[in-house]
């Protein structure tokens, strides 16, 4: 039977076994979960039991498209992958953009679950029906351009798509990605280490089945008013990093492991100096006219850099550069491109190590712990060496692949405060003494610091057209946190995790109605925006109840105590995260949520979302 949007159909491949099933899911699953997280969190809450070691065979991993993934409709280029994680221990999930999803879901499929340990490095091979499980010892320990370029030349589909993972995740870094094409990451919670502990080199994909749509019409006419205005996006023919000088100046950039102060180099690495330095051009992803992929040359230097890994974006940039007072834009970019060479989360990298130079310069760790290494922030040189000790956890690169929270926890000696993580997962680069609503966010959120999914405080009047169809508009400071930036926090934030359902990427500026309009065209569902927004509401309420079972309590909703108090110096010196005034907010909105005052899941919540089936989970 051929649906509208989705597929019906997900493959499971037992990796333990060699076996290949197809299974078939009816119109009210993609209704109540969507795709992607939805789909993910479903799956791992029902099939993984509690307490399974993230790295062992009861873990799976499940890649999923989102309900809109490979339609006609610009922007749908993203897909997502999870598993319980094994930085954190809670659920974790990251999405990539390009063209990996939409091929999975021109062959057929809306997701793979991936179970049990193969005996020998394999790969998955899916062209249309025909899926296969192939030998990958030839290419276990490659670096992820020689590996992707091999599996073309063994598949004979040079046109292929390729999801796999570097060394790095061989490796077992809790923090390794899985790179799809050379340069789009699936890049945060370590889905990559899940895949090498699997023995997964890879999944390659050609299809060519487009998915079917309701309404072809009102797709085009939807793209007609996204050629008319995507050119206004931030993000066309630069991508992120162009606002770092003014990032800068307000305080939101991330300086010395986020200690604060001044960054008064920060032109010589943002975006704007990267591409007039070193871009020869713009690349984009599946069906999207915004071209917001860096690609860079460097022939002359220290450092080979391979121009298919493309270039930093502002969360790279901000990680190698002044998170650790490097102002050498060149170890910047080969930075990036030892991450992608080797399949690395280059949040999670730059956040461990400015936790481990923090260490080090207060003598917590010596020369002789970090192998001779001279730790010190600025240390262009060392930052590099430490990168690839990581990714070959060799000496302290060991220790630090397992990400900061652990290795404190090793380490002991007081450097808990050096670790800038939430729930174990490194904070992003922006300062939630800034913007104080997306610190609410990093707290409560199930797979930790996630900045995806949050709410920028400073864009919030970008955000007024979609914001006051629910409701009366209010500007907000940034720096505010308050019961009604609390409720901007909930509502918009369903709005802003939505992509990741749907398979919709951030950066193409929809309007919540059109999005709504969207899914009626792709599905012929006659979904309201509510209606989507509940089924977001859902996935937030299991991954609560994923988190829960996992051990997980209120207690773990912080903010590392760095954030509680103001720095030395900088346009932040008089500003901080009021710790009585964020636990009320937390408090207001676990009342939004439905949870108790301990932040679970009422009876009356679940029923409400249609989970009755998931009150044993909490109340057996």
């Known amino acids: 039977m051929d649906h509208f949007g989705y597929t019906g159909k997900l493959l499971r491949v037992n990796l333990e076994k060699g076996k290949i099933s197809k299974e078939n899911h009816e119109e009210s699953y993609y209704r109540s979960f969507l795709g992607g997280r939805g789909v993910i969190l479903q799956t791992l809450l029902t099939e993984v039991p509690g307490n399974a070691s993230p790295l062992g065979p009861e873990n799976k991993l499940v890649f999923a498209t989102g309900l809109l993934t490979g339609h006609k409709l610009i922007g749908t280029g993203r897909a997502s992958v999870g598993a319980k994680s094994p930085l954190?221990?809670?659920?974790?999930e990251s999405e990539a953009g390009g063209f990996w999803g939409a091929e999975l879901k021109r062959a057929g499929y809306d997701g793979i679950i991936i179970e049990g340990i193969a005996k020998k490095p394999v790969y998955l091979w899916i062209h249309n029906d025909t899926?296969?499980?192939?030998?990958?010892?030839k290419i276990w320990g490659a670096e992820i351009g020689p590996a992707i370029d091999w599996l073309r030349d063994d598949t004979g589909q040079k046109r292929s798509r390729a999801a796999v993972i570097g060394p790095a995740g061989e490796n077992q870094v809790h923090y390794a990605n899985i790179i799809a094409d050379y340069c789009h990451a699936f890049g945060r919670t370590g889905m990559g280490a899940v895949m090498g502990a699997k023995k997964l080199k890879g999944i390659v994909v050609k299809g060519e089945k487009a998915p079917f749509a309701a309404d072809q019409n009102k797709i085009r006419e939807l793209n007609l008013k996204m050629k008319e205005r995507y050119k206004d996006s931030p993000f066309f023919q630069r991508g992120t990093g162009g606002a770092m000088k003014a990032y800068e100046a307000v305080g939101n950039l991330p300086i010395r492991n986020f200690s604060g102060g001044y960054f008064s180099d920060i032109e010589k690495t943002d975006a704007v100096s990267l591409l007039r330095q070193y871009g020869v051009g713009m690349e984009g992803c599946f069906n999207c006219p915004i071209r917001c992929k860096k690609r860079i040359r460097i022939e002359e230097g220290p450092w080979d850099i391979d121009s298919r890994y493309g270039g930093p974006e502002y969360e790279t940039l901000a990680s190698f550069g002044p998170n650790l007072l490097i102002d050498d834009l060149e170890a910047i970019c080969k930075a990036h491109d030892l991450c992608n060479r080797y399949g690395m989360d280059t949040i999670s990298t730059g956040g461990t190590i400015a936790f481990a130079m923090e260490c080090f310069e207060n003598g917590i760790l010596n020369v002789e712990e970090t192998d001779g290494i001279q730790l010190n922030f600025g240390n262009a040189e060392a930052m590099i060496k430490m990168v690839e000790k990581i990714a070959l956890r060799q000496g302290v690169g060991d220790l630090l692949a397992k990400g900061s929270k652990t290795a404190a926890e090793t380490i002991g000696k007081g450097s808990m405060k050096f670790a800038i993580h939430v729930k174990g997962l490194e904070v992003p680069?922006?300062?939630?003494?800034?913007?104080?609503?997306?610190?609410?966010?990093y707290s409560v959120h199930g797979t930790g610091a996630d900045h995806i999914t949050g709410v920028m405080d400073d864009a919030i009047g970008n955000l007024a057209e979609d914001w006051g169809s629910l409701?009366?508009?209010?500007?907000?400071?940034?720096s505010e946190l308050s019961p009604a930036k609390v409720r901007f926090v909930h509502e918009m934030g369903l709005w802003k995790e939505m992509g990741n359902y749907l398979g919709l990427c951030a950066f193409v500026p929809w309007r919540l109605h059109e999005v709504t309009e969207a899914v009626a065209a792709i599905t012929g569902w006659q979904m309201t925006t509510w209606g989507l927004m509940k089924a977001v509401e859902r996935g937030i309420t299991l991954m609560r109840i994923f988190n829960l079972r996992e051990g997980f309590t209120r207690d773990d909703d912080v903010l590392p105590?760095?954030?509680?108090?103001?720095?030395?110096?900088?346009?932040?010196?008089?500003t901080k995260v009021d710790p009585a005034v964020f636990r009320e907010c937390q408090e207001i909105y676990y009342q939004m949520m439905r949870w108790d005052s301990s932040g679970i899941p009422t009876k009356g919540c679940l029923v409400a979302l249609d989970l009755e089936w998931a009150i044993p989970e909490l109340y057996s």
């Not at 954190?88 to 974790?92: D, E, V, W």
């Not at 409701?471 to 940034?478: A, S």
Request: hydrophobic share 35%; glycine share 12%; charged share 30%.
């Open 88 to 92: 954190t221990g809670a659920f974790g």
């Open 131 to 137: 899926v296969e499980i192939r030998d990958a010892e």
């Open 429 to 441: 680069f922006h300062e939630p003494r800034y913007k104080q609503g997306l610190g609410l966010h």
């Open 471 to 478: 409701g009366e508009f209010i500007l907000m400071p940034p």
């Open 561 to 574: 105590d760095r954030f509680f108090t103001p720095p030395l110096e900088g346009p932040l010196k008089d």
